[in-house]
């Protein structure tokens, strides 16, 4: 062959190149469905022999060969470049200050109880409405009164064991007078004292230099500096693949050619912004401020004289008492020497307990309270006081990226040899069949019994639908038809 053969092979001459391929015979197609299942359906490659031509390894006679263009194979990818680099952001934090004196209590601290309320439930219950107690009346009898604390308390202090006594037993009150006597006695009448006179504090009128604000700092943020950069990706790679061409020369051996073209790379172009000069502070300092007031000097403190008065006395004649007017308790009635009973009386008294059956509700889950504490607050008075310096926060930028597809092979574009439908078996009731056979498997097909270009085109929209290689009537596409 006068034209580069490992590039450019005649589809026209793909039959010639094994002997197995029969071109006279006209058996009908039934003689190739009995052998159909000892055809392979695989694509094989074309060896090149020592004489130059080609040939089909593992041909089988009777079989014909078509040559088919396998397609390189790319997948699309997505990859993560870099749109802005990392960088720091200053955040300038200024001073804080407060105008303050003197720091006085306005309110004071305080708590604040906040309360969960108790719940409850109901429950039937014998209970004592009231226990069995003693107590201390003036009688015995029923309708006496309950003793007045104030009796009970003087039979007490009398040396009457309220507790020991038993129910039952009474006490009775005796009244024994006061005793008295006259004497001479050297009183007070007035103490001695001490007479303060106040000398007055001296003052003069001065003046003073007092700060106003303190000296402080300011930070200035400088900002960061940016540059934009291009950088170009590659998108796709360079490539190679086979172009079918119309050759009009009449030395070439067939009009269909096929030819390896370079395809070249696919590059895009991104830019991205890079930091040239990271964002900073500078230090201003602002100086103290200070003013001069008048005000009144100390010259001389305030004292006082002290000048003592001498105590006064006078006689006077006085009563006083010799014995005091006393009660005295006893559990006899009986009348004693020198007192006299009085009306008071006190007897215990057992009170037996009462008791009810009751429903009440009792406490499921106690009260709670929960403790909030207020705080105090205070007011100032006019001055300036730095609280807190000015501060820079650093934050931390992170680098932005941007996603970009392309294309990247997979594998290589090959040429392979396929069986097929020989020619001396494209008979009328073959092509009729198949297209029969298309149109059966939702691919409209006109039956006209010979290969014509609607034929082909359902043929080949066939084979991609169903995953087959796209090569004609190939041996592979007639058994899924079901015509082999």
Not at 1 to 11: D, E, H
Not at 299 to 316: E, R
Not at 367 to 378: F, H, L
Not at 400 to 407: A, E
Request: proline share 5%; glycine share 2%.
């Amino acid at each position: 062959m006068s034209i580069k053969t490992n590039l450019i092979l005649s589809v026209a001459a793909a039959a010639l190149l094994t002997t197995g391929c029969t071109t006279t015979s006209t058996a009908p197609i039934a003689t190739a469905t009995t052998t159909s299942k000892s055809i392979t359906t695989a694509p094989v490659t074309a060896q090149k022999a020592s004489d130059g031509s080609f040939t089909l390894p593992n041909a089988k006679a009777g079989t014909c060969y078509g040559k088919v263009i396998i397609p390189e194979k790319y997948k699309t990818i997505t990859e993560k470049v870099l749109a802005t680099q990392a960088n720091t952001k200053l955040t300038i934090i200024p001073a804080t200050y407060k105008t303050v004196t003197e720091k006085v209590l306005d309110t004071a601290a305080s708590t604040k109880i906040v309360t969960v309320p108790a719940t409850y439930k109901t429950e039937s219950r014998t209970i004592t409405v009231s226990p069995a107690y003693t107590e201390w009346r003036n009688g015995l009898h029923p309708e006496a009164r309950v003793a007045s604390s104030a009796l009970l308390a003087s039979a007490k202090a009398a040396g009457v064991n309220l507790n020991a006594a038993k129910p039952g037993s009474c006490y009775y009150e005796f009244y024994a007078a006061p005793t008295f006597k006259t004497i001479t006695e050297k009183i007070l009448a007035t103490a001695a004292s001490t007479k303060l006179i106040a000398q007055p504090a001296a003052f003069k009128t001065g003046t003073k230099r007092i700060l106003v604000t303190p000296a402080s700092t300011k930070l200035v943020k400088v900002p960061a500096v940016y540059k934009t950069v291009t950088e170009r990706v590659q998108v796709a790679p360079a490539s190679k693949v086979w172009k079918e061409t119309k050759c009009k020369d009449e030395n070439c051996a067939t009009p269909e050619m096929m030819c390896l073209v370079d395809v070249p790379a696919v590059y895009k172009t991104i830019t991205k912004q890079v930091v040239v000069k990271p964002e900073t502070t500078k230090t201003i300092t602002i100086p103290a401020q200070y003013k001069t007031v008048e005000s009144n000097v100390l010259a001389a403190p305030a004292t006082t004289k002290t000048i003592n008065i001498p105590a006064t006395y006078k006689t006077l004649n006085k009563t006083v008492k010799v014995s005091d007017a006393k009660y005295v308790w006893s559990d006899s009635m009986m009348e004693k020497a020198g007192m006299s009973r009085t009306s008071a009386v006190i007897c215990k008294v057992a009170i037996p307990a009462v008791t009810k059956t009751i429903t009440k509700q009792v406490v499921a889950t106690p009260a709670s309270s929960k403790t909030i504490t207020i705080p105090a607050t205070y007011k100032t008075v006019q001055k300036t006081k730095l609280v807190t310096p000015a501060t820079t926060k650093k934050t931390v930028i992170p680098a932005t990226y941007k996603t970009i597809t392309k294309q990247v092979k997979v594998s290589d574009q090959a040429v392979k040899w396929m069986p097929v439908l020989c020619k001396s078996s494209m008979t009328f009731q073959t092509i009729s069949k198949i297209q029969r056979a298309l149109t059966a498997a939702g691919f409209k097909t006109t039956v006209t019994g010979s290969l014509d270009a609607a034929t082909k085109a359902s043929v080949k929209a066939y084979q991609m639908k169903n995953g087959l290689t796209v090569s004609g009537l190939s041996i592979d596409t007639l058994k899924r038809l079901g015509v082999l």
